[in-house]
C-alpha cells in the first residue's frame, strides 16, 4: 500500500488549509484512514481518523476546526484545516491501518505564520 499526501504550505494564522492523502495497492474493504502530524522535538500525534463507514475521531485540539473526510471510491482521505494558529505547524502525515498493518504516507509541511 502506498499513501501519497498533498496540500501543504504556508498559511497565515487564522488560514485554511485542505490536506489530501490517496491510497493506491492491495486495500481492503475495511480500513482506518487518518491524520497525524508531527513538530520538531515533538512526538508524532493522531489528529484525526476515520473509518470506512465514514465516522469520524478528533483529537480535542482539531475538534470544531479540523474536518476528516474520505471518498472510498478514490481511496482517499482529506483534512479541512480552519482557524489555524501557529502551533498547528507540523509534518502531517496520513496513514491507513488494515488488519494489523499500519501504512504512511510521506508527510506533507504546514508553516502557520505571518
Known amino acids: 500500500v502506498q499513501l501519497q499526501a498533498s496540500g501543504g504550505g504556508l498559511v497565515q494564522p487564522g488560514g485554511s488549509l485542505r490536506l489530501s492523502c490517496a491510497a493506491s495497492?492491495?486495500?481492503?474493504?475495511?480500513?482506518?484512514m487518518g491524520w497525524y502530524r508531527q513538530a520538531p522535538g515533538n512526538q508524532r500525534e493522531l489528529v484525526a481518523a476515520?473509518?470506512?463507514?465514514?465516522?469520524?475521531t478528533y483529537k480535542d485540539f482539531a475538534k470544531g476546526r479540523f474536518t476528516i473526510s474520505r471518498d472510498n471510491a478514490k481511496l482517499a482521505v482529506y483534512l479541512q484545516m480552519r482557524s489555524l494558529k501557529p502551533d498547528d505547524a507540523a509534518v502531517y502525515y496520513c496513514s491507513l491501518a488494515q488488519g494489523v498493518q499500519t501504512y504512511w504516507g510521506q508527510g506533507t509541511e504546514v508553516t502557520v505564520s505571518s
Open positions: 495497492g492491495s486495500v481492503f474493504g475495511i480500513n482506518v
Open positions: 476515520i473509518g470506512t463507514d465514514g465516522s469520524p
